[in-house]
């Protein structure tokens, strides 16, 4: 599976985005689905993910409660809905495919398949 993030940008403290990732691939609907940031000098970190079938979601503490992760299998995409959104959550976003059919991991050796990324920038 081939996937690709989109909807990056600058925005404002407080402010809201919607990223998204497309995949391609038959087998897109079996995979979980994962969102994972990574800022400048430092590792790149879990944020959401999902099961393959939408019912099962897992997010970091840093984002919970602000952030939504949801996916729409009929057109192959991944969303992660960030409100409310500081400084500290900018970072390039990279979404991520799990083929281990094992429920919705936040660690990245589940990961098979990885995104390009795409930038989020927070202004205070």
Same mark, same amino acid.
């Given at each position: 599976v #081939? /996937? #690709?993030? !989109? =909807? =990056? =940008? /600058?925005?404002q403290a407080g402010g809201s985005l919607? /990223?998204?990732c497309a995949a391609s691939g038959r087998t897109f *609907?079996? +995979?979980?689905?994962?969102? !994972?940031r990574q800022a400048p000098g $430092?590792?790149?970190d879990f944020?959401?993910?999902?099961?393959?079938? =939408?019912?099962?979601? /897992? +997010?970091?503490?840093s984002v919970k409660g602000r952030f939504t992760i949801s996916r729409d299998n009929a057109k192959k995409m991944v969303y992660l809905q960030m409100n409310?959104? $500081?400084p500290e959550d900018t970072a390039v976003y990279y979404c991520a495919a799990d083929p281990s059919f094992a429920p919705p991991s936040d660690s990245? *050796? +589940?990961y098979? +398949?990885?995104?390009q990324g795409t930038k989020l920038t927070v202004s205070s």
């Open positions: #081939q /996937l #690709q993030a !989109f =909807g =990056g =940008g /600058l925005v919607r /990223l998204s *609907s079996n +995979y979980a689905m994962g969102w !994972f $430092k590792e790149r944020v959401a993910a999902i099961s393959w079938n =939408g019912g099962s979601t /897992l +997010y970091a503490d409310s959104l $500081k990245r *050796s +589940y098979a +398949y990885w995104g």
